[in-house]
C-alpha cells in the first residue's frame, strides 16, 4: 500500500541523506583518510601495533569504523577502545553513532563508571580505562573483543598503566586479538619498546604555523588575564574562535561567569561572545554544545580543562590562551599524603595546548608565563600517574584479579618500591588483606557505607547556592548539619531525601540539587547490585564507626592555628565549606586533602568520643 508522506517527512529524510553525504564527505577530508588501507594492512599484518598522529587527525573516531568495516566484528565480536576521560568516551561515542546513523547506545555505547550505554548489540564500546581494567573480573581473557584500542596511551594515567601490563600477558596467549595502542605525537618509541618492539604507524597530520605569545611578567592573577585577553582577542582579532585552558570546574564556572558579565556590561558595542565551559562534571547535553558551529558574526569562547589539550578536538579553534597550569594528583610516599594540586603543566603539555590553534588555519597561542617560565619553570613531560598515587586502589584490583606478585608485575615504568610496600602495608592495617597478603571479606554497615560513597561520588555538586539567595541557600544547608561531620551531613541529606518520597519539590525547597541526588541513588542501586552478585548481605549501623574504621590513617588533631595529621605531623585546614568549620573539635578525621590555597581537608568528620 503506498504510504502518504507529509511534507515535513519528506523534509526530514532529505536532511538525513544530506547529514549522511555530508559526514562522509568529512570523514574523507580527515588526515586519517588517505592511510585507511595501509592501516588495516599493518593491522592484519602485527597483533600489537602503535599508532601515532596529532590530535584531530581521526583516530578515536575512525579507526573502529575502519575496523568494523573491515569485518572485525564478525560472529559477534567488539572492538573495545578506552579513554583516559569520561567525558571524552560518552562524547566520541555520541559523535560516532551519529556518523554510523544508528542510535547511541545499540551497535556504538560508552561504559564509564556508574553509567553504561550499552546493550547486547553493541559492537564499537568506548569506555574510559577504568572500566575495561574491570571487565578483567568477569572476562578475564576478554574473550569476547577482537580488538583492544588502548587511546591516549600518552596520557599514561594509572589504569592506562596498569591496562598495559595486563594486555601485554593475555595478547601472549590470545593472538587473534589485535592490540592498537593509540597516542599523540609523544613518547611512541617508548610504547613501542614496552611492547616487544611491535611496529609505529604514523599517521602525518596537518598543521598551520601558531604564533606564540608570552607576557612579559608573570600574571598576578590568571583567571583575570584570561578574561582580558579573550575580551581583546574579540574585539581586535579577526574571526576564529577562542580556546582557554583552566585547571577545574570552580575556575571554569567563574571565567564563564566573569566573561558573560563583562559582555553584558559591554551590549550591543561588540558582536556576540558565545561563552560555553567544558569538564568532567558537565551534564553532557550542555557538554555536546562546544561542538555546535558558531554562527556568522559571532565568536565562540570554549573555556576548558585539559580534556581539550588531546583527548576532544573543536573545529574552528584559531586562538588558545594557555596559563599553563593544570590539576594533578600527587603523593608522598613518607607521608601517605594524596592531595590535587594545581601546577604549572609540562612543555610537552603547553605545545599540545597551543597545537590546537593551528589545525584549521594559522593560529595565536597567548601564554599566560614568561618565556623564561616556560623554559626554566616547566618540566619537560609530566610524571606516570602511577609515580605520583596512593597505590591502595591498584592494589586491592590486582589482588582481585589473581595478581599476587606486584613486585613484578610488568610496568612500563614501575612505580616506587616504598609506595608498594607502603599500599600493602595500609591495607593490612585496615584488614583488607590478611598476613598472607590475600584478600579478605570485612563489610559492615555497608547500608549506610553504600549511601556515604555514593554521596561522595557526586559530593561537589549537591548543594545548590545560587548568587543571588547565598542566604537562604547558606541556611538551608546548615539545617541538615548533625553531629559527626561532613559524611553524616551527607547520609542526612540523603535519608531525608528517601524519607520524601525522592521527591523534587523536597530538594527545591532545600536547595539541594535534585539532578545529583538522582545520581547519587543510581550510583547507590548499582553499588548495591555489586554487593549482591558477590554475595555481601547489607548491614546497618550508625556508620560512624565505620567511616573511623576506614579512615583511621587520615586522623588529624587540633593543634595552634589549624591541625596536625597524627601519623606524619603535616598542618592541615578545615575548609570553610565544611560543617565543622566552626566548631573545631579536638579530633577530625577527613575524606582526602586538597591543596588549593593551602592543605585543606575535604569532607571532614568527628565525635566527641573519638579520641586516641
Ligand atoms: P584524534 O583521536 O586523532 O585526536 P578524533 O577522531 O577525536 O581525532 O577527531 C576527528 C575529528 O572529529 C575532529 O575534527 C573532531 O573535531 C571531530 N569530532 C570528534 N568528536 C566530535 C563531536 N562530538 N562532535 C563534532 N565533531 C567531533
Ligand atoms: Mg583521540
Not at 101 to 120: A, H, M, P, Q, W
Not at 149 to 162: G, Q, S, Y
Not at 502 to 508: H, L
Request: with cysteine; proline share 5%.
Amino acid at each position: 500500500t503506498p504510504v502518504r508522506k507529509s511534507p515535513g517527512l519528506i523534509q526530514n529524510i532529505f536532511n538525513y541523506k544530506a547529514l549522511n553525504l555530508a559526514h562522509s564527505i568529512r570523514k574523507r577530508s580527515l588526515p586519517i583518510f588517505p592511510y585507511r588501507e595501509d592501516l588495516l594492512a599493518a593491522i592484519r599484518d602485527h597483533q600489537i601495533l602503535v599508532i601515532e598522529g596529532e590530535t584531530g587527525s581521526g583516530k578515536t573516531t575512525q579507526i573502529p569504523q575502519y575496523l568494523l568495516e573491515d569485518g572485525y566484528t564478525n560472529g559477534g565480536m567488539k572492538i573495545g577502545c578506552t579513554q583516559p576521560r569520561r567525558v571524552a568516551a560518552m562524547s566520541v561515542a555520541a559523535r560516532v553513532a551519529q556518523e554510523m546513523s544508528v542510535k547511541l547506545g545499540n551497535e556504538v555505547g560508552y561504559s564509564i563508571r556508574f553509567e553504561d550505554c550499552t546493550s547486547e548489540r553493541t559492537i564499537l564500546k568506548y569506555m574510559t580505562d577504568g572500566m575495561l581494567l574491570r571487565e578483567f573480573l568477569t572476562e578475564p581473557d576478554l574473550a569476547s573483543y577482537s580488538v583492544i584500542i588502548i587511546d591516549e596511551a600518552h596520557e599514561r594515567t594509572l589504569h592506562t598503566d596498569i591496562l598495559f601490563g595486563l594486555i601485554k600477558d593475555i595478547a601472549r596467549f590470545r593472538p587473534d586479538l589485535k592490540v592498537l595502542v593509540a597516542s599523540a605525537t609523544l613518547d611512541t618509541e617508548r610504547f613501542s619498546c614496552f611492547f616487544d618492539e611491535a611496529p609505529v604507524f604514523r599517521i602525518p597530520g596537518r598543521r598551520f604555523p601558531v604564533d606564540i605569545y608570552y607576557t612579559k611578567a608573570p600574571e598576578a592573577d590568571y583567571l583575570e588575564a584570561c578574561v582580558v585577553s579573550v575580551l581583546q582577542i574579540h574585539v581586535t582579532q579577526p574571526a576564529g574562535d577562542v580556546l582557554v585552558f583552566l585547571t577545574g570546574q570552580e575556575e571554569i564556572e567563574a571565567c564563564c561567569e566573569l566573561l558573560q558579565e563583562r559582555c553584558r556590561r559591554l551590549g550591543s558595542k561588540i558582536s556576540e561572545l558565545i561563552v560555553l565551559p567544558i569538564y568532567a562534571n558537565l551534564p553532557s547535553d550542555m557538554q555536546a554544545k562546544i561542538f555546535n558551529p558558531t554562527p556568522p558574526g559571532a565568536r565562540k569562547v570554549v573555556v576548558a580543562t585539559n580534556i581539550a589539550e588531546t583527548s576532544l578536538t573543536i573545529d574552528g579553534i584559531i586562538y588558545v590562551i594557555d596559563p599553563g597550569f593544570c590539576k594533578q594528583k600527587s603523593y608522598n610516599a613518607r607521608t601517605g599524603m594524596e592531595s590535587l594540586i594545581v601546577t604549572p603543566c609540562s612543555r610537552a603539555s603547553a605545545n599540545q595546548r597551543a597545537g590546537r590553534a593551528g589545525r584549521v588555519a594559522a593560529g595565536k597561542c597567548f601564554r599566560l608565563y614568561t618565556a623564561w617560565a616556560f623554559k626554566h619553570e616547566m618540566e619537560e613531560t609530566s610524571i606516570p600517574e602511577i609515580q605520583r598515587t596512593n597505590l591502595g586502589n591498584v592494589v586491592l584490583l590486582l589482588k582481585s584479579l589473581g595478581i599476587n606478585d606486584l613486585i613484578h608485575f610488568d610496568f612500563m615504568d614501575p612505580p616506587p618500591h616504598e609506595t608498594l610496600v607502603l599500599a600493602l602495608e595500609q591495607l593490612y592495617a585496615l584488614g583488607a588483606l590478611n598476613h598472607l597478603g590475600e584478600l579478605t571479606k570485612v563489610y559492615k554497615c555497608s547500608e549506610e557505607i553504600l549511601t556515604i560513597a555514593a554521596m561522595l561520588s557526586v559530593n561537589n555538586s549537591i548543594f545548590y547556592r545560587p548568587k543571588d539567595k547565598v542566604v537562604h541557600a547558606d541556611n538551608a544547608r546548615m539545617n541538615f548539619v548533625v553531629p559527626g561531620g561532613d559524611h553524616m551531613v551527607l547520609l542526612n541529606v540523603y535519608t531525608q531525601w528517601v524519607e520524601s518520597g525522592y521527591s523534587t519539590q523536597w530538594c527545591f525547597e532545600n536547595f539541594i540539587q535534585f539532578r545529583s541526588m538522582k545520581r547519587a541513588r543510581d550510583v547507590r542501586d548499582q553499588l548495591e547490585g555489586l554487593m549482591d552478585r558477590i554475595e555481601v548481605e547489607l548491614s546497618s549501623c550508625s556508620g560512624e564507626s565505620a567511616v573511623t574504621a576506614g579512615y583511621f590513617y587520615h586522623t588529624a588533631r587540633l593543634s595552634k592555628g589549624g591541625y596536625k595529621t597524627v601519623k606524619h605531623q603535616q598542618t592541615v585546614f578545615v575548609h570553610p565549606n565544611s560543617s565543622l568549620f566552626e566548631e573545631q573539635p579536638r579530633w577530625m578525621i577527613y575524606h582526602e586533602l586538597v591543596f588549593t590555597t593551602k592543605e585543606f581537608m575535604r569532607q571532614v568528620w568527628s565525635r566527641p568520643s573519638l579520641s586516641f
